[in-house]
């Protein structure tokens, strides 16, 4: 066995970890956006009006929710050793 095999263990590991927090924050930003933009093609129909803002306010709206559901799901569905 190679005598840094924890030092190339414990690289890799933060290079996952951190791998998987940028694919975790790009699924949040592209899943808000989505949901802006259907939420304006709702309030384009009339079917749903936004009052103040119909970008600004639904951004924050989803990007909390999406945030919070991702975070909520990596949360209970962590592996222990």
């Known amino acids: 066995m190679c005598p840094f095999y924890g030092a190339y263990y414990g690289f890799f590991r933060r290079v996952r970890q951190s791998i998987l927090l940028i694919r975790m924050v790009i699924y949040v930003l592209a899943a808000a956006a989505a949901s802006v933009m259907f939420s304006n093609v709702l ?29 909520a799901f990596k ?3 962590k592996q222990h050793p």
């Not at 309030?43 to 991702?70: D, E, R």
């Open 43 to 71: 309030a384009n129909l009339n079917i749903l009006t936004w009052h103040y803002s119909k970008i600004f306010i639904p951004s924050l709206i989803y990007l909390s929710w999406f945030a919070a559901s991702t975070w």
């Open 75 to 77: 949360r209970l569905n």
